[in-house]
């Protein structure tokens, strides 16, 4: 399966955006995440999504202030984010987890190109 991510963009602090992740194909993954990445430093773990439930798991950045959702009515899971700081400012990724643990980057496949998001006034 490949994976699209998108709706990111330039917003001022305390703004909101939503970012959509599209999948090509079915997703057979037990979870699909939102990772974020800047420049010469880590792939981060941002947020997840038991894909079977819809149950989220976020890291404590994101916990309050983003919402990861899926669309049930095809591949999509999207990722609300309220309450941007320019901390939050990155480029976004969507992946789906193939073993290991949750939080780590590297228990993840199926990288889509990521979506820019600049938070500043």
């Known amino acids: 399966v490949q994976l699209q991510a998108s709706g990111g963009g330039l917003v001022h602090p305390g703004g909101s955006l939503r970012l959509s992740c599209a999948a090509s194909?079915?997703?057979?993954?037990?979870?699909l995440a939102w990772f974020r990445q800047v420049p010469g430093e880590e792939r981060d773990f941002v947020a997840a999504?038991?894909?079977?439930?819809?149950?989220?798991f976020y890291a404590d950045s994101a916990r309050g202030r983003f919402t990861i959702s899926k669309d049930p009515a095809g591949n999509l899971v999207y990722l609300q984010m309220n309450s941007l700081r320019p901390e939050d400012t990155a480029v976004y990724y969507c992946a789906t987890h193939n073993i290991g643990n949750l939080y780590d980057r590297a228990s993840y496949r199926n990288w889509g190109q990521g979506t820019q998001v600049t938070v500043s006034s």
């Open positions: 194909g079915r997703i057979v993954s037990t979870f």
């Open positions: 999504i038991r894909w079977a439930t819809g149950y989220p």
